[in-house]
């Protein structure tokens, strides 16, 4: 099995709020909260990853919080 490579965007300078991918996975990709590296991962495909980092409103910000 092979273990997820860990990142965070090279847009993350927001103090810490931010998500980690990992982008080494066939077909599948894991986020995390980057502050609770041992917390919950959340795991979705990679045509649903695609599909929502390129939709407009996930560069425009409009999700906020969530």
Wanted: net charge negative.
């Amino acid at each position: 099995m092979v273990a997820p490579g860990w990142y965070k965007s090279s847009y993350s300078s927001n103090g810490g709020d931010c998500i980690e991918v990992a982008a080494n996975l066939a077909g599948a990709v894991p986020m995390r909260d980057s502050k609770q590296d041992g917390g919950p991962v959340v795991t979705v495909s990679a045509d649903t990853f695609a599909s929502f980092v390129r939709w407009a409103g996930a560069p425009a910000g409009e999700f906020g919080d969530v």
